[in-house]
């Protein structure tokens, strides 16, 4: 019996980039742009960039691409510091551990925001306290977003710091839950000294 392909299953996309800097997707066979590659990656499809000569993976750098573009629309995601100290990386001894670094935080912060977001859903799901609760929701994201950063016990937020990664067992997931707690009580008194 065989199983359907999902999305992010499926066989990446070949994307040819040509000379005049054109994109072809060799799916659709038509002509694409970068906002139509940085759509198909927000939808989780993978996608392979190669140089219609040379036959060379050019991803990284069309994906970079993409990054400065949408970083110059004017809604920054990467802080300054966060940028100096990531040039200053280069060439640095450490420089081959970076992306590793940065790939595992990545996929920790997905996977707390994931989390955060069923815990959510399941605890404003329905009953007659779930307008009362989806509005108190919403003047803490705001709360929270006066700080500088819109996700509870993310870096952004003065005092707060990241939750830890899941170590895997229940001890673990208490653990975490333990630092969420904390966080957000110290979230509240912050709030409650501007109020």
Do not use: C, W
Not at 25 to 54: C, H
Not at 94 to 108: G, H, K, N, R, T
Not at 156 to 172: F, K, S
């Amino acid at each position: 019996m065989t199983k359907s392909k999902t999305v992010n299953e499926a066989e990446p996309v070949v994307i040819k980039k040509y000379a005049n800097r054109r994109l072809y997707n060799t799916e659709t066979s038509s002509y694409i742009t970068l906002d139509l590659l940085s759509q198909m990656t927000r939808e989780g499809r993978e996608f392979v960039v190669v140089d219609a000569k040379t036959g060379e993976d050019i991803t990284h750098n069309v994906l970079t691409q993409i990054i400065m573009e949408e970083e110059q629309r004017g809604k920054n995601m990467l802080p300054v510091n966060f940028l100096r100290q990531l040039i200053s990386m280069y060439g640095d001894s450490m420089q081959s551990m970076v992306p590793q670094y940065l790939e595992a935080s990545m996929d920790a912060f997905r996977k707390n925001q994931q989390q955060f977001q069923e815990a959510m859903k399941g605890a404003f799901g329905g009953g007659p306290l779930a307008d009362i609760a989806k509005r108190n929701m919403q003047m803490f994201e705001a709360a929270a977003s006066a700080f500088g950063n819109g996700v509870p016990g993310m870096p952004g937020i003065p005092g707060m710091t990241p939750p830890a990664a899941p170590t895997g067992g229940d001890g673990g997931k208490d653990a975490e839950i333990n630092d969420l707690k904390a966080q957000l009580a110290a979230l509240n008194a912050k709030i409650d000294k501007l109020g």
